[in-house]
């Protein structure tokens, strides 16, 4: 996980690429800016009335402000088309293509004529390029929570910036009393004639209820109808009881004749004088009938004459009964019709009274729409003398809040904010660069990414000289020279790391090789040959070339040319005498190679490789074998079998990790394998914040002397 530690160490060592972005960005920015003409803006402000305050109308305003034909009119109002400021149409530093292309279209046009191409022109008036200039500089903008519309206008003059500024808004203002004037005639007029209309509906109305009330008889039929209804149902009832009673006294009658023992029940005959008295009769002739037929017996005279007699007393009052039988039933039929004639009357007077209450409810419909149409008129009415009140009293809904201040400071350019957005975009680009380079970085910087990366321990870290140094004398001759310097400090402490990690084994054979060439590692194995010999006189140390291909010992040493080399030996042609060389200064031996060697691999794998390795390690204390890179040839991994001990070499921030790590991989089967980093940059190194050889090479200085 990336700390902010790493992150301040990351920028600290790419500061040079970021101050390098800002300034690519800051220098056309200060170039722009100081080329471009300051212009002002002047800001007048226009309220809309509207309660509660609503955007919408503002909306519309601004929208007003900013079309096509609203700039037209403020085109034609101040002159703009003979203002040199707006028919010349200074443009955005962008648009300076397009406004160049403008500017010489009639050379365009004569070098298309010349070569016989003829480009279509206009002889009109460019209006557009005068309200495209407008538009640029005229802008408008909605206060949300004052319902204000800001109206800027930006000039290179700040009078003129303020007087257009003053003069839209005053046309604006202008042109919206004259549409709010429209409107309210337009208004007007509609509500006059919902007045009007309404007016005669509410006249139709009244004059129909009117009307209808003035019909015969209108107002009291109902009443009328009503008494009359109750008095003719109070006769048809005393109609029907009087019949019900004449049929019931009927019924009774007629029981009475064919029945003489029900006659105590026909009142009628009970009531009859006549028939009381000859029931008086009839009982009388009735004993006297009885006492002769006891006396005389049945067929005598006198109970023929008394039965006779009784007969007549009957007969009477059979006649009698039917006399009164009679006009019962003519008093009957006579209240039957009685109740029929008024049966049919009440249902007439109900039917004339249902008709009135039909004409009534009609007259109440006709009055509660007469009602309403007076009462909506009267509203509408109220309303408009309302209304009118109101406008009168509000006045216009666009009105000038407060005119154009002249601008003291010029608004574009904005020297900080485009100074500002330039070194953001600088920054931006910088950290971005800086990103990148690390994200890609793939060589090794610190001992961390050696150990994490190969599972190789890190022996230690070799400085790199400056180039003032390698310009006097060459890394080798340094090391000697300088024995005090932190080059050959470095050297040591690699020595001494290898022979403390040895694991109580003394390794006296020591190969130094790397994954590619120009690495350092032949320099560094002369170096660390010179030094450890300077360093222990008593001690034998040599060198042998083992690079067949490329040897570079010799040249390192500024030896002159040799008696016999490693690859005569190994052939035979010279013997281990010949080939043997010592330097007197330093003490050092070594063992130079030919050029060019063909068969480098057998020699270098052959027994007498072998038998050489054994008799040097037998006779030298230290015995230093410099071989090709691992990835170029395969000399290194059949070398590496004879040494107890393999330096490999990675040049600091240029070994690519992939190289390094299969080159690693291939010397898997050696069991001591030490790794160094090469030509540190300790300037470089230290910005990495890691506390290892090369932080104390670069902090701790005074512990070398360099001179």
Not at 191 to 196: K, P, R, T
Not at 266 to 287: C, K
Not at 577 to 590: A, F, K, W
Request: contains cysteine; hydrophobic residues 45%.
């Amino acid at each position: 996980m990336t700390s902010f530690r790493d992150i301040f160490y990351a920028l600290n060592r790419r500061k040079w690429l970021l101050l390098g972005a800002c300034l690519l960005t800051l220098l056309p920015t200060a170039l722009y800016l100081a080329r471009a003409t300051p212009e002002y803006t002047a800001t007048a402000l226009v309220a809309v009335r509207s309660t509660p305050p609503s955007t919408v109308r503002a909306g519309e305003l601004r929208m007003t402000i900013e079309s096509a034909a609203f700039r037209g009119r403020v085109v034609r109002a101040q002159n703009l088309d003979r203002d040199p400021e707006f028919t010349a149409n200074p443009v955005r530093f962008i648009d300076a293509p397009v406004q160049w292309a403008k500017m010489r279209a009639a050379d365009i046009a004569a070098l298309a004529a010349s070569i016989g191409v003829d480009l279509p022109h206009s002889d009109e008036k460019s209006v557009t390029s005068v309200d495209e200039a407008l538009r640029q500089r005229l802008s408008a903008s909605v206060s949300a929570d004052s319902g204000l519309v800001s109206i800027a206008v930006r000039s290179a003059d700040r009078a003129k910036a303020v007087r257009l500024a003053d003069a839209i808004a005053a046309l604006c203002v202008e042109e919206a009393t004259a549409a709010d004037r429209d409107e309210e005639t337009r208004v007007a007029n509609r509500l006059a004639d919902q007045v009007a209309t309404l007016a005669q509906e509410a006249s139709a109305a009244a004059q129909a209820v009117t009307s209808a009330r003035g019909q015969p008889g209108q107002a009291n039929d109902a009443k009328s109808l009503a008494f009359e209804i109750a008095d003719v149902s109070s006769q048809l009832s005393q109609a029907r009881a009087q019949t019900l009673d004449r049929q019931s006294r009927l019924s009774a009658l007629k029981r009475a004749q064919t029945n003489a023992d029900a006659r105590g029940g026909a009142t009628d005959i009970i009531a009859n004088p006549i028939i009381g008295a000859l029931r008086v009769q009839e009982v009388d002739a009735g004993r006297r009938l009885l006492e002769a037929s006891q006396k005389y017996g049945e067929n005598h005279p006198r109970v023929v004459q008394a039965r006779e007699e009784l007969g007549q007393v009957r007969g009477a009052i059979a006649s009698e009964v039917r006399k009164i039988q009679g006009a019962l039933e003519s008093e009957a039929a006579a209240f039957e019709g009685r109740e029929k004639q008024l049966e049919q009357k009440l249902a007439e007077l109900k039917e004339q009274a249902q008709t009135a209450d039909e004409r009534d409810a009609d007259l109440r419909k006709l009055e509660k729409v007469a009602e309403d149409k007076a009462g909506a008129h009267k509203a509408l009415l109220q309303q408009v003398n309302e209304r009118a009140a109101v406008q009168k009293e509000r006045g216009p809904s666009v009105r000038l809040f407060a005119p154009a201040a002249a601008p003291e400071t010029p608004s574009s350019p904005r020297y900080v904010e485009a100074a500002s957005l330039a070194l953001a975009f600088g920054l931006v680009v910088g950290l971005l660069g800086c990103w990148g380079l690390e994200y890609f970085d793939a060589g090794f910087r610190t001992g961390a990414h050696i150990e994490q990366l190969t599972g190789r321990s890190l022996l230690g870290m070799v400085p790199a000289l400056p180039r003032a140094v390698l310009r006097r004398s060459a890394p080798v001759q340094y090391a000697t020279a300088k024995h005090m310097s932190a080059y050959a400090e470095s050297l040591r402490s690699i020595r001494t790391s290898i022979a403390l990690g040895a694991e109580g084994l003394e390794h006296k054979v020591v190969m130094i090789t790397s994954s590619l060439p120009e690495e350092g590692k032949s320099t560094f194995s002369c170096s660390l040959a010179q030094v450890v010999a300077r360093s222990n006189p008593d001690k034998k140390v040599i060198i042998v070339d083992c690079d067949l291909r490329r040897p570079a010992v010799l040249k390192l040493l500024r030896m002159p040319e040799p008696r016999g080399t490693i690859d005569e030996y190994l052939s035979g042609m010279k013997s281990l005498t010949d080939i043997l060389h010592r330097d007197d200064t330093s003490g050092l031996y070594y063992i130079p190679a030919k050029f060019g060697t063909k068969r480098s691999m057998e020699l270098l794998g052959s027994a007498k490789m072998q038998s050489l390795v054994n008799a040097l390690s037998a006779e030298f204390d230290l015995v230093l074998l410099d071989t090709p890179p691992v990835m170029a040839v395969a000399d290194p991994r059949v070398v590496a079998s004879l040494a107890s001990y393999v330096v490999f070499l990675i040049r600091w921030g240029k070994t690519d990790r992939n190289f390094a790590t299969t080159a690693l991989k291939l010397l898997a089967a050696v069991p001591h394998v030490g790794v160094v980093l090469s030509q540190v940059d300790l300037r470089r190194h230290s910005r990495y914040g890691y506390a290892d050889h090369g932080a104390y090479y670069s902090k701790y200085g005074s512990y070398y002397l360099e001179s």
